[in-house]
């Protein structure tokens, strides 16, 4: 894929400033870094590391990479290396893809109280799959799956959902069998909906019992408990948003998907189409109308405004697995999971999933027949001043 022209940090550039002085409310700390992270990555101002033909001795400066995990630019590696990891985890099944959203009105909450209310929805979809998986008039298995946060929608706005990738099937309550579901399905949606509503709603109402909650500005009446009792009423009485998308059809069209879904920010440089005139124009799919492709204008202010609504807490991890796949279980329970799928092959030749090595050596653009080497880091100070040997680490070829 091309180099877009246009990118996240060009737009803060010019205009960040502009979003800082007009924000209606104090920015946070966690949004300004952002801000500067972007603007920064991969310019002078973090330094780099000198590349040098290994044919015909050309040197190219490559500038470091923020590694903020809010920058379009930084997610290609960050995710090779998760996938890396992640595809000794698939099983030969198929695999489903449920989706848990909350009302609009929670969401206005959880904008207020992010790191409570983002854990709960995690926590509260988490268990909801465990405990109806479980129940024998369902599935009566133990299940495993991965979870994924993300918190805006096409247009930017703020919607927090989690993305859930279930294997279609489990490990029953015995442990002596693989229990599979039926083709084309994984678990009753409305009975996920009802059970979901109800494990978040008392979730949050534990959080706001125990003073975890605070709330202002237009939602500052909810600081009465009264009042904050009238809403969680009318949002038990709401029909909550659960859904499950068509299964995939291996474990490596799941692959294919995690690979471009999992490490997602609210929106990719690709997607941006032009900034003129203080106007930010950017590509989005109309989902009510098939997902066809249109055109959005936005202020550049509001753009910003927009974009920075997703940061999200520091430390908050927002890509978990549970059940067969936590951590402390999965390296016992997935060998046991091939052994009742009666699976004796390792994961990658059943996937036919291949992973490509990372490689720090690049074709050469002058003489096309060497690779380019990474020979040393270079500090900011070595690229601002015509790099000083104090400001330059050669690295250990060997």
């Known amino acids: 894929m091309s180099s877009p022209l246009l990118e996240v940090a060009d737009i803060i550039a010019k205009h960040g400033d502009a979003y800082l002085s007009k924000s209606a409310v104090r920015v946070s700390w966690a949004k300004k870094r952002v801000m500067r992270d972007l603007v920064a990555c991969r310019t002078a101002v973090l330094g780099g590391h000198l590349w040098r033909c290994d044919k015909c001795g050309h040197e190219k400066i490559a500038y470091n990479a923020c590694r903020n995990r809010h920058c379009p630019k930084c997610q290609g590696t960050t995710r090779a290396k998760w996938l890396a990891k992640r595809v000794e985890d698939l099983l030969p099944v198929e695999y489903s893809h449920v989706v848990f959203t909350v009302p609009p009105s929670l969401a206005d909450m959880a904008l207020q109280n992010k790191k409570v209310m983002y854990a709960i929805l995690m926590r509260a979809s988490a268990e909801t799959l465990k405990q109806i998986a479980a129940d024998p008039k369902h599935l009566g298995a133990t299940i495993g799956f991965l979870s994924v946060l993300h918190t805006w929608t096409q247009k930017l706005l703020h919607h927090p959902h989690v993305h859930c990738v279930v294997p279609a099937g489990g490990v029953a309550i015995d442990g002596d069998r693989w229990v599979s579901c039926q083709p084309g399905f994984f678990l009753p949606i409305a009975v996920l909906r009802r059970l979901f509503r109800g494990k978040f709603l008392g979730m949050a109402r534990q ?95 509001e753009f910003t405004r927009r974009f920075l609504l997703h940061v999200l807490p520091k430390g ?55 690779h380019l080497v990474c020979v040393a880091e270079v500090s900011w100070l070595a690229i601002r001043f015509s790099q000083p040997a104090r400001h330059v680490k050669i690295l250990d070829s060997s």
């Not at 125990?210 to 009264?226: I, K, T």
């Not at 109309?286 to 066809?292: L, P």
């Not at 997935?334 to 074709?363: G, Y």
Request: charged share 20%; net charge positive.
């Open 207 to 301: 959080a706001y019992d125990q003073g975890e909650l605070r709330f202002q500005g237009g939602l500052s009446a909810l600081e009465d408990p009264n009042n904050f009792a009238a809403a969680l009423r009318i949002l038990y009485q709401t029909e909550w948003v659960v859904y499950a998308k068509p299964p995939f059809g291996s474990p490596k069209q799941v692959y294919k998907y995690l690979a471009g879904y999992t490490h997602r920010v609210a929106i990719s440089n690709h997607r941006l189409v032009s900034l003129s005139n203080g106007q930010v124009r950017f590509r989005w799919q109309d989902r009510a109308k098939g997902n066809r492709k249109r055109i959005m204008a936005l202020g550049a202010v």
């Open 316 to 370: 908050f991890v927002r890509i978990r697995q549970y059940g067969l796949l936590a951590n402390r279980t999965r390296g016992k329970a997935l060998p046991h999971c091939r052994e009742l799928i009666d699976v004796a092959h390792t994961v990658e030749s059943d996937c036919a999933v291949t992973i490509t090595p990372f490689d720090n050596r690049i074709a050469c653009p002058s003489c096309k027949t060497g």
